[in-house]
């Protein structure tokens, strides 16, 4: 994800929804310095976590 702008946000909380009601999770791994700023300021990473990388992120949600 190079770019992400409200679209792109309301995206990714809607599939946190739709993630949510299947029991499932989501967890955005090795996001850009530049679009994890932007995930920052508008709050979406206290909605789900954001990991450095996907094995990062494998192992903290297949516990």
Avoid: E, Q, Y
């Avoid at 920052?40 to 450095?52: E, L, M, T």
């Amino acid at each position: 994800m190079r770019f992400c702008d409200s679209s792109g946000i309301t995206a990714l909380i809607a599939a946190r929804s739709h993630a949510d009601a299947a029991r499932a999770g989501i967890a955005p791994a090795a996001v850009p310095a530049n679009t994890l700023r932007i995930l920052r300021i508008v709050g979406v990473d206290r909605i789900f976590p954001v990991h450095p990388d996907s094995d990062s992120a494998i192992r903290r949600t297949s516990g």
